[in-house]
């Protein structure tokens, strides 16, 4: 096994949710754009050939990893004129793959960060003969997923929409973004249209007798979806609780790039990073916040759990809690803002603007 299709397209993803200039899988999570740390794992895992199935303008992705040459792969980029949906996207490069008919390719989402044992997950496909293995994984509320049942032998029973009764909560199980396909099957999606792998190609694998395994582990697994979830992420990267080979440093409670500047008396902790030229001021005290590149948190702020936009400022004393400001935004001193507000990019919020507790 030696080639991977990366899927990081999808309609309307483009520059949302984050609230950030950037497309989401090029916003650094620990320092690097969160793409790097997938190529990364999948490298560590023997991959060699890499093709960016994408529906966003390659010039993105390309001045940063170019041929890819850098990361020890080769790396091709397709993009879609039209957004062709997750089955779409890899039968759109499917003449690109160098595997031959029965040889397996693996295939991943673009935001999902995980753990997963990528050379056990093509063991088991190899061992079971499956024609499409899956990764699963347990959630604790599987209520916002497709669910997806195993008998015994982990072989997939079913592929069933999010489930709207408890009776319809049959398992915990969910389609975690990471599969084996044997490349014959990608050859066999219908070509030119829209179709999405879990809603027509797997249902209709199953429905024609096919064999489809599951894989279900306890590994490290997060959908990246929201923008709080791709800040935890990247505080799980520098903690070191979701491997990575490309965390430009050691894991611990904080990464702090090269070219940014703390103040020695500030307090970086829960896995926070500092991006490139960004500055932190005296008595600031960052926990689990992405601060990136450019950004200036200054003195006596404390900000927990929150991304701090390229180039945005953050003012002394101004308290964030699950915030996210968007790139060149300013929040100025004195302002307290808490769970969910989004700042957008270049907005100016002036000094003690807006507080979140009452005056009582
Ligand atoms: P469909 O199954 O095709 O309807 O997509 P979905 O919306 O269910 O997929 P989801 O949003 O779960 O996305 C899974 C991964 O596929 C993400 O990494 C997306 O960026 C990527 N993706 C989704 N749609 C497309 C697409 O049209 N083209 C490409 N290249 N990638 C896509």
Redesign the pocket.
Known sequence: MTEAIL?????G?RLRPLTVRTPKPMVPAAGVPFLAHQLARARAAGVDHVIL???YLAEVFEPYFGDGSALGLSLEYVT?RD???????LR?VAARLRSGPDEPVLVF????LTGLDIRALVATHTASGADVSLHLTRVPDPRAFGLVPTDREGRVTAFLEKPQTPEEIVTDQINA?AYVFRRSVIDAIPAGR??????ETFPGLLAAGAHLQGMVDATYWLDLGTPQAFVRGSADLVLGRAPSPAVPGRRGERLVLPTATVAPDAKLSGGTVVGEGAEIGPGARVTGTAVLAGAVVEQGAQITDSLIGAGARVGARTVLSGVVVGDGATVGPDNELREGVRVWCDAVLPAGAVRFSSDA
């Not at 899927?7 to 309609?11: A, D, I, K, N």
């Not at 829209?194 to 809603?199: G, H, L, M, N, Q």
């Open positions: 899927l990081v397209g999808g309609r993803t199935a994408t529906s879609e957004p062709l949906g997750t089955g779409g996207a759109n989402n673009g935001d999902i973004g829209p179709v999405s792998v879990e809603r």
